[in-house]
């Protein structure tokens, strides 16, 4: 009784995308899956969906081989994926996005049970919204639990989750963990996707580690293994640490001041004040949809607001993302698919899309320097694609180094990232954390809001912790534990170093 790919072959045009992969998904066990950007894993997980058709090799569900690539089938066999790329649709409501998924849609919706279906999921899960909400109105980190949700909502035999915590804070991780756990001790099978090695080992035994299409390693306990191994296995590479050396780059100008700032958007801020300064990496974390990003889409005029915002010491325009970014702005959002990216360009008119003006003459573009400039950051960032390929076409870490790129590129005066290494492999991380590193030490002044609390630990300058639209908080270097920054984004009081 297992979920079973034997042997599975896929390319993409001249790309060979998996290379005869072999894995199975056992009932009461959770596997990890673990490979750098682009070594295949979605593809995998699509092809065990029924939503890709690989080119050779087949997929049985207890036994049954599975003919058609329909992931009715597929679901129908008990198989339920929570996707990386979320699957919602943002018009309908919660409780509507979970019956179209269950597939209780069957000419007349039972309205009474679907609010009972929710209700149930909403406290296994501790759901922060109603059934009622408009998806597209809920924050990425609540999207990302409805996504869990929905793919729980069939009672699936086998669930694969394909990065789906990588908005989620520690404690909705925590919570997605001990109900991936107790229906794990009921039978259900688990395939667990994640660059977050400190998830993969708190709840997978059996790991697999893909590399470039191939499986490089099949092991049956994780903690046999150390995270250096791991990390040789998915690179082939020596592993080097995961943060550079600390080095505080901060200097005495202020490059943005914000005071009193306050959005009425869907998740409200009120009296938001800090200063930044030039070199300085702010760090602001709390646990998620509680202002974060609306203080960064205030500052970048994509949310109406009210107070004071100056950069340098001159004030500009709230409200307007034109008036933000000729202030000297940038803001790399978390949602890269909805916000960052025109998906079905080619990457490489993504790559140039801030910087056309700067790279022009005259007003007409250069289409040589455009080239060479797209090249550079293709390399500089590692990028699995071709400048040519439409930018949907590459796996989701590359997409997300494009997203970063492009504006780091336009060398502002003023960084806002939103999770920028959202679903970016490790070694990825290790080159953006020294990017943004030399980007500060060039003086720019960075607001890094982060739902990984390592990377503000280890990091940021300075944290700011939000809670219900404020700022709760605040924590210098030494003083950011990650016990300090969870204590603080859950309100409670930080006893002493190491316990809470
Ligand atoms: N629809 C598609 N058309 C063309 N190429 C594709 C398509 N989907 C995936 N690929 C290519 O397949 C390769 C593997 O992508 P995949 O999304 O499986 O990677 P991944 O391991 O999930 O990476 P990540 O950690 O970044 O999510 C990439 O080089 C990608 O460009
Ligand atoms: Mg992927």
Redesign the pocket.
């Known amino acids: 009784m297992t979920l079973t790919a034997t042997d599975l072959t896929k390319s993409?045009?001249e790309?060979q995308?998996l290379k005869g992969v072999t894995i199975f998904v056992e009932p009461g066990r959770v596997r990890g899956l673990l490979?750098?950007?682009?070594?295949?894993?979605?593809?995998?997980?699509?092809i065990l969906a029924g939503i890709?058709r690989a080119d050779h090799g087949e997929v049985t569900v207890n036994g049954e081989r599975m003919r058609s690539n329909r992931p009715q089938l597929f679901l129908a066999a008990g198989v339920s994926v929570a996707h990386?790329e979320l699957s919602l649709c943002p018009n309908l409501t919660v409780a509507e996005n979970i019956v179209v998924a269950a597939g209780q849609y069957l000419g007349f919706i039972a309205y009474r049970q679907v609010a009972e279906n929710f209700e149930r999921l909403r406290r296994e899960l501790e759901l922060p919204f109603s059934g009622s909400s408009v998806v597209g109105n809920l924050p990425l980190g609540s999207r990302q639990l409805l996504e869990i949700a929905k793919a729980l909502a069939s009672d699936p035999r086998y669930l694969i989750l394909?990065?789906p915590t990588s908005s989620l804070s520690s404690a909705e991780f925590q919570t997605i963990c001990r109900a991936v756990e107790r229906r794990t001790g009921q039978g259900m099978g688990t395939l667990f996707?994640s660059?977050r090695m400190e998830e993969v080992r708190r709840i997978c035994r059996p790991l697999t580690v893909?590399r470039d299409?191939k499986v490089s390693a099949d092991i049956d306990n994780a903690e046999t293994v150390s995270d250096m191994d791991l990390v040789e296995r998915m690179t082939g590479r020596e592993a080097g640490t995961k943060f550079p050396p600390y080095h505080n780059a901060t200097t005495n100008r202020v490059a943005l001041q914000v005071a009193g700032l306050g959005a009425p958007s869907s998740v409200p801020i009120t009296d938001v004040t800090f200063d930044l300064r030039a070199g300085e990496i702010l760090g602001i974390g709390g646990l998620a949809g509680h202002g974060q990003e609306t203080v960064l889409r205030a500052i970048f005029g994509a949310d109406r607001s009210t107070g004071t915002l100056t950069v340098d010491g001159s004030a500009f325009a709230r409200g307007s993302v034109g008036a933000a970014m000729r202030a000297g702005i940038a803001y790399v959002p978390a949602d890269r698919r909805q916000e960052s990216l025109l998906l079905q360009m080619p990457v490489s008119t993504n790559a140039v899309l801030p910087s056309l003006g700067r790279l022009a003459r005259h007003g007409w573009r250069r289409f040589d320097d455009e080239h060479r400039h797209v090249h550079r950051m293709l390399s500089r960032f590692s990028v699995?694609?071709r400048a040519s390929?439409?930018i949907?076409?590459?796996?989701?870490?590359?997409?997300?180094k494009i997203a970063l790129g492009k504006w780091l590129d336009r060398q502002p005066k003023v960084l806002l990232l939103n999770d920028p290494t959202r679903?970016?492999?490790i070694p990825t991380k290790l080159l953006i954390y020294r990017e943004l590193q030399a980007e500060a030490e060039r003086g720019t002044a960075i607001i890094l809001s982060s739902s990984d609390t390592l990377e503000l630990q280890e990091f940021a300058d300075r944290v700011l912790i939000m809670r219900n639209g404020r700022i709760a908080t605040e924590l210098d270097h030494a003083q950011a534990s990650e016990q300090a920054i969870v204590a603080a984004s859950l309100g409670v009081a930080n006893a002493s170093k190491g316990t809470i």
Not at 35 to 46: F, M, P, V, Y
Not at 392 to 399: E, K
Request: glycine share 22%; aromatic share 2%; proline share 0%.
């Open positions: 993409y045009g790309n995308v490979g750098e950007n682009g070594a295949g894993k979605s593809t995998l997980i699509r890709t990386q394909d990065e996707i660059h893909l299409g699995k694609g390929d439409a949907a076409t590459l796996s989701g870490g590359n997409q997300q679903g970016v492999d």
